[in-house]
């Protein structure tokens, strides 16, 4: 499976911002899929997932309310709907699949497959 990852950029406090995942190569939608940041000298923070069975989702606590993971079947493709964003939410953004057919993590070891990462900047 191969993730591309865009629709980072900057925007101001308060802003914002919808990234996408396209999954190539291979069926996205029977495997649960995450998004992680990362800032510089940090490890990779899980933003928040969505399942394969049911499409349910959960988010890290920094993020609930804020952000909206969903799935468009046809395309292949995961979102990452963020609204109302704040300075600490800059990172570089990545999305991941795992393997098919098992649960959501909140590990990233446990993600196989990840995009090349898109900057978000949220500005104060």
């Known amino acids: 499976v191969q993730l591309q990852a865009s629709g980072g950029g900057l925007v101001q406090a308060g802003g914002s911002l919808r990234l996408s995942c396209v999954a190539s190569?291979?069926?996205?939608?029977?495997?649960?899929a995450g998004w992680f940041r990362q800032t510089p000298g940090k490890e990779r923070e899980w933003v928040g997932g969505?399942?394969?069975?049911?499409?349910?989702?959960f988010y890290a606590d920094s993020v609930k309310g804020r952000f909206t993971i969903s799935r468009d079947m046809p395309k292949n493709t995961v979102y990452l709907q963020m609204n109302s964003l704040k300075p600490e939410d800059t990172a570089v953004y990545y999305c991941?699949?795992?393997?098919?057919?098992?649960?959501?993590?909140?590990?990233?070891?446990?993600?196989?497959?990840w995009g090349q990462g898109t900057q978000v900047t949220v500005s104060s």
């Open positions: 991941a699949a795992r393997q098919l057919w098992t649960d959501l993590s909140t590990g990233p070891s446990d993600y196989t497959y």
């Open positions: 190569g291979h069926n996205l939608n029977n495997r649960p």
């Open positions: 969505i399942k394969w069975r049911d499409d349910s989702t």
